[in-house]
């Protein structure tokens, strides 16, 4: 079952619901074990890129969509900001949906009095926002690297090996690569200097980040395809990235050592 975690507020974005390559059952595991008084869903929950080409979507997905409606249900403030892949969101900004607010970007308030501009970070993506054809097929053929990815992680698990990511290692060691997402949080930053916030807090590169930029406090929450990762804020106002598949490797060991004395 696994503890539940409480928090002042969590992000979670490119959950990619709609695809194949979406780590669903660690996103709902999150969901029902993380008390939030605010959630962020900073874009590309659901992916509208995928559906228009393939229709998939399993019983599950549904379930975490009708989660985060309960989660809002139940007192949280639900935030949805879309991304480039739920862009069709986007034209009933400002909106309020079953409990859940519709916003292009927002500021958050943490607990220190520390002031965050929440958005996906497309927009300072020059492949995005300049060459579109040039990002759908990139959407493709990362997808196509994580199916890969599954396979040979498969295989590692036989022989006990932990979970390794291929496409973040391409990332972390293709020079141009790194140049890119060094030039887009560049570029958030100066956007939340620009607008006077202490911080940011995006998504849309998949490279879960907690970093100084200058005086600029980067935050970049990750995704729910490879990493699994959560940025949350506790009670005091420290912000923190979670590894959430930390979380489900504990979980799976209590199961076992359970399963061991029964």
Partial sequence: MGKNYNYRAAWISDTHLGTRSCRAEALMHFLQHARMETLYLVG??????????FSYWPRLHGEILR?????????????????????????FVPALIAGVELERETVHHTADGRRFLVLHGDAFDVVCTRARWLALTGSYAYRGLVGVNYV??????????????????????????VNIISDFEEAVAAAARARD???????????????????????NDGDWVE????????????????????????????????????
């Fill in 152 to 177: 040979f992680n498969m295989v590692r698990r036989w022989f006990g090996y932990p979970y390794w990511s291929l496409s973040g290692f391409l990332k972390q060691g293709t020079k141009n690569m």
């Fill in 67 to 91: 989660k985060i409606s309960e989660i809002a249900a139940s007192g949280t403030r639900v935030i949805y900001i879309p991304g480039n892949h739920d862009d069709f969101l986007r034209h």
């Fill in 197 to 219: 916030a202490d911080g940011v807090i995006c998504g849309h590169i998949h490279c879960p980040e907690h970093r100084m930029i200058g005086d600029v406090e980067y935050c």
């Fill in 44 to 53: 590309d929950i659901i992916d509208g890129w995928s559906l228009k080409r």
């Fill in 227 to 262: 990493s699994c990762t959560a940025l949350v804020e506790h009670t005091e106002g420290r912000l923190e990235i979670l590894d959430w598949t930390c979380e489900l490797d504990e979980v799976a060991t209590a199961a076992r050592a359970a399963g061991d004395h029964a």
